[in-house]
């Protein structure tokens, strides 16, 4: 994960509902800690990295909008305990209480999703679209991969082949990163990334309000505006 200094880190805010009930309620989201980085620092906040939008950046980082909580929360307490190894999340993971896994996973979940193109890639609907959908939207448990990069994926196939990826309840990815040729799984991952467009997200509301929003654990304070995504385009 990138590093930032505290100020680059917090200077961006994700957007953020315009019935909002103030700093109250920011204070209590998972908003507050993908824009602080909560007990973990502001210089590992999850924007950083993954985006305002949790769009993730087209290449090796996931987007996370939109993505099912529980499948968040459960790759965070991976992280934690080893069973997926990726050394700067998991010095993260293990610095958020459980209950700040939980809210901050719930506030991507609650995100927009990108904008799924029509189904397509043979190999994808005959071998993935079973679990992951025919658009790759997921289902409870199993992640939606609509957006992700090529790149990304390929390196959680190779993850999953190696050992340092764990955790699927039977074993269906580890199998299929181990007995599929590279090349198939390289056009596997292109089919993912043909899903959907990373950049191609439904528009964020701009309104927020007018407070500044501080992290006590931190110090950090993120400015009153929000970033609105571009709008939804044509169809």
């Not at 679990?131 to 991969?145: F, K, S």
């Not at 790149?151 to 181990?178: C, H, K, L, N, P």
């Not at 198939?184 to 500044?212: H, I, K, M, Q």
């Amino acid at each position: 994960m990138r590093s930032l200094p505290a100020l680059a880190a917090v200077s961006l805010l994700a957007a953020c509902s315009a019935d909002s009930d103030g700093p109250a309620r920011f204070n209590a989201s998972g908003e507050l800690i993908a824009v602080s980085g909560g007990d973990a620092g502001a210089q590992f906040a999850c924007l950083s990295c993954h985006g305002v939008k949790g769009e993730g950046d087209g290449d090796l980082v996931p987007r996370l909008a939109g993505l099912d909580a529980g499948y968040l929360v459960r790759q965070l307490d991976l992280y934690a305990d080893g069973p997926r190894a990726h050394p700067q999340m998991a010095a993260i993971a293990r610095k958020l209480r459980s209950e700040d896994r939980l809210a901050v996973s719930h506030y991507y979940a609650g995100l927009p999703a990108p904008v799924t193109a029509a189904p397509r890639g043979a190999l994808y609907q005959r071998e993935c679209a079973a679990c992951h959908g025919a658009a790759g939207e997921g289902r409870p448990g199993v992640p939606a991969v609509a957006g992700q990069s090529a790149a990304y994926v390929e390196r959680q196939f190779a993850a999953w082949a190696s050992g340092d990826r764990r955790g699927d309840a039977d074993g269906t990815m580890t199998r299929i990163s181990r007995q599929w040729s590279s090349a198939r799984l390289a056009a596997a991952a292109a089919d993912v990334a043909a899903l959907a467009d990373a950049n191609d997200y439904r528009g964020l509301p701009a309104a927020c309000p007018p407070e500044r929003r501080a992290d006590p654990r931190n110090g950090a304070s993120a400015p009153p505006q929000c970033v609105a995504g571009p709008a939804e385009p044509a169809r």
